[in-house]
């Protein structure tokens, strides 16, 4: 064999045109097959931790913070999978008439074959034809607890609810309040029944339901007068629940599931009382203030005056 060629044999003779040929890459059984040194260096796929407690949002089981992707793997609509033109949501079944095809602003009036094609516009539906409005009159003036900036400014007598016995249309928006605290608006009851035989660990609807009853009878969080709220205990292992009866006799139980906390239970009372005090306003009745003081202000007058009697009568025994 000339000293050139392959060598199967290389521990007999490797001379220096054999070296030349492999180029320099001794064969060798111990080294690594990995490929590289990091295999799994991927920032989007760690290990699997779950989202924190007290927190509202899952962001995925990222490792590192994602400067100019927020998202890593994401669905269509989701994360940044809107932002870049091509998307395996349109890639597919596409229709071959979509393309040049005309938006909304030919559908009423447009021209196909040289022919002109009219279509009616559409009409107010929820207006009766003929019928004569009522303006309501606005101004920036008017104080916010009035009803009058959350009404519509043109008033039909078809949009109001003879059948609640209003007199007005009730109103189409509502403020958007963070509510913070329980205020007795517009209410006559709270209920809350609670089986103590249900129990559970960590955050449970039974824990958010006994926090809002904690809420509504706490003197910094809640201005309802306690002998308003009443808390049943249940035999039977039910599920929890706030029951609000307005003054208007209806009654409200707001949704109650295992995302649910005493927050959201205060926040969508206060809303329904709002709507409930709109109600009532609209039939003509006077609103309840929306808190209650039961600070006994006469009481402390009295006192005033007789600390005052005391003061003056020692003054004139000097």
Not at 102 to 122: A, D, I, S
Not at 218 to 234: C, D, H, Q, W
Request: charged share 20%.
């Amino acid at each position: 064999m000339a000293s050139g060629d392959l060598n199967p044999n290389p521990l007999t003779n490797a001379d220096a045109g054999w070296m030349r040929r492999i180029q320099n890459a001794a064969p060798s059984g111990a080294l690594s097959r990995r490929t590289k040194l990091q295999p799994t260096r991927n920032n989007w796929a760690g290990p699997l931790i779950y989202a924190l407690p007290h927190y509202i949002l899952w962001r995925g089981n990222l490792n590192t913070y994602r400067y100019r992707a927020s998202y890593g793997v994401s669905r269509y609509g989701e994360g940044d999978s809107m932002k870049s033109e091509y998307h395996q949501y349109f890639s597919h079944a596409k229709d071959p008439l979509d393309v040049n095809k005309p938006g909304k602003e030919f559908e009423f009036l447009h021209v196909g074959r040289g022919k002109l094609h009219m279509k009616p516009l559409p009409q107010v539906q929820y207006v009766v034809p003929g019928a004569a409005p009522k303006w309501h009159f606005k101004s920036w003036h008017d104080p916010l607890e009035s009803m009058d900036p959350w009404l519509r400014e043109v008033h039909y007598d078809n949009h109001v609810p003879t059948h609640l016995g209003a007199k007005r249309p009730l109103a189409v928006i509502a403020p958007s309040t963070v509510h913070r605290t329980v205020q007795f608006m517009n209410m006559q009851h709270m209920t809350f029944t609670v089986s103590p035989f249900l129990f559970g660990f960590g955050h449970t609807m039974q824990k958010a339901v006994m926090d809002f009853y904690r809420t509504c009878v706490s003197g910094r969080t809640s201005l309802v007068p306690k002998e308003k709220i009443t808390l049943f205990y249940a035999i039977d292992a039910v599920t929890p629940k706030v029951e609000v009866k307005f003054n208007d006799g209806t009654t409200y139980r707001p949704p109650i599931t295992d995302r649910t906390t005493s927050f959201d239970l205060l926040q969508m009372v206060m809303e329904q009382s709002w709507l409930a005090g709109d109600r009532a306003n609209a039939m003509g009745k006077a609103l309840t203030p929306p808190s209650i003081d039961e600070y006994r202000w006469h009481q402390v007058v009295s006192y005033m005056k007789k600390k005052e009697k005391k003061e003056t009568g020692k003054d004139a025994k000097k």
